[in-house]
Every structure is written in structure tokens, then in C-alpha cells.
């Protein structure tokens, strides 16, 4: 199976911080990579598709990048909806893998 | 548009079957180039897939619970249902549905339902 890792675990920033969150995998998955927001109680909501697509409707602030095996989402400025967990998932093969999660909290 | 929304027993006991069900609202379940999935969440172990069926009726199970693990569709109720059995506390977790909106990831989710595995 395909072992997907996040860096931080946790993540402090303050409103209008640019932010970069980190995914690697453990092999190359191409650009099969989405990343999802959820916040407590909910469930997850996805935010980007094929590494850099960005679902309809999320704002131009949350941006995707790489290919093979390491990956990046980046909050341009975050705003207050945005404190949050996000994961990465692959969907590279059949037997679909998300990561450990990032939590994004106040500083 | 599309909701998919869970249910089934919030309270099930060790040894015992667990079976949910997704209903599939605001759209045909086969429609579409769809894969209707089951994912859970527990704080020990994160998002784990399970497994899904396609409107065909074939499925793919998560290796680590396929010995366990049954969905199936039912296209004329618009819904789709997971069976895991043998169930331990290990399984407690809230159960999600979610549609793969293939080749792409999980585009829409249900709400979630908790299930604790306890006698």
C-alpha cells in the first residue's frame, strides 16, 4: 500500500499568514493526490483534485502543486474560515490512502 | 444537487454485524461515472477508505478489512450498504459514504454517522 505523510502534525499561523502544508508519498502517484478540509463535526471537503485542481467553488486563495511524490497546498492569507484540518489523499491505485491530517489552529 | 446521507444503529455490540446505508438524494446513483465508497474515522487510526461499489454491482475492498467487509447497491431505492462483522471496539468510528466522481477523489460526503462498539 501506498503510505501518505503530512508535515506539521500542527500548524499555528494568524489571519493573513501565507501558508504551505506538505504531502509525500511513499512512491510516485503522479498527480493523483486530493486535499480536503474538515472542520469539527464535519465531514471532509474537497478542496483540490489531480494535484492543482481546484474543486468548483473553493476559493483562489487555496492552491495545489507537485507531482510523483511530494505535494504542497498553500493558503495564500488565511482568513478566519480557514482554521481547520486538511488531509491528503491518493487515489493512485485501488486502495485509496489519506494522510495523517494538519491541523491548522490560531497562533 | 446530489446529498448522500447515512444510516443505521449508532450502538452495536462485539462479535456482532454492522450494516449502514447510504441514500442517494438529488440525483440517479447510476448515473454518472461513480464510485459510491464507505470511509471511517476513528481517532486511532484517521480517514480509512473501506471499500465501493460501482452501479454494476462490482466492488474493491481496503485489503486490511475485505475477510470482513460486504456493499452492495440497490439502484431502485437509490441506495447503497455496507455489512462488516465480526466487529470489535477497534471498529468504533463515524462511518462516512462518499461519491469518487472517477478518475477523481471523493467530491461529495454524507454527514457521517457514529458507531461505538461496545457491550
Known amino acids: 500500500d501506498i503510505q501518505m505523510t503530512q508535515s506539521p502534525s500542527t500548524l499555528s499561523a494568524s489571519v493573513g499568514d501565507r501558508v504551505t502544508i506538505t504531502c509525500r508519498a511513499s512512491?510516485?502517484?503522479?498527480?493523483?493526490l486530493a486535499w480536503y478540509q474538515q472542520k469539527p463535526g464535519k465531514a471532509p471537503k474537497l478542496l483540490i483534485h489531480?494535484?492543482?485542481v481546484l474543486q468548483s467553488g473553493v476559493p483562489s486563495r487555496f492552491s495545489g502543486s507537485g507531482s510523483g511524490t511530494e505535494f504542497t497546498l498553500t493558503i495564500s492569507s488565511l482568513q478566519p474560515d480557514d482554521f481547520a484540518t486538511y488531509y491528503c489523499?491518493?487515489?493512485?491505485?485501488?486502495?485509496?490512502?489519506f494522510g495523517p491530517g494538519t491541523n491548522v489552529d490560531f497562533k | 444537487q446530489v446529498h448522500l446521507q447515512e444510516s443505521g444503529p449508532g450502538l452495536v455490540k462485539p462479535s456482532e454485524t454492522l450494516s449502514l446505508t447510504c441514500t442517494v438524494s438529488?440525483?440517479?446513483?447510476?448515473?454518472?461515472?461513480?464510485?459510491w465508497s464507505w470511509i471511517r474515522q476513528s481517532p486511532g487510526k484517521g480517514l480509512e477508505w473501506i471499500g465501493y461499489?460501482?452501479?454494476?454491482?462490482?466492488?474493491d475492498y481496503n485489503p486490511s478489512l475485505k475477510s470482513r467487509i460486504s456493499i452492495s447497491i440497490d439502484t431502485s431505492k437509490n441506495q447503497f450498504s455496507l455489512r462488516l462483522t465480526s466487529l470489535t471496539a477497534a471498529d468504533t468510528a463515524v462511518y462516512y459514504c462518499?461519491?469518487?466522481?472517477?478518475?477523481?477523489?471523493?467530491?461529495?460526503w454524507g454527514q457521517g454517522t457514529m458507531v461505538t462498539v461496545s457491550s
Open positions: 489523499q491518493q487515489y493512485s491505485i485501488d486502495w485509496w490512502t
Open positions: 512512491q510516485s502517484i503522479s498527480t493523483w
Open positions: 462518499a461519491r469518487r466522481n472517477y478518475p477523481d477523489a471523493f467530491d461529495i
Open positions: 461499489v460501482y452501479p454494476t454491482g462490482s466492488t
Open positions: 489531480k494535484a492543482s
Open positions: 438529488g440525483g440517479a446513483i447510476s448515473a454518472g461515472d461513480y464510485y
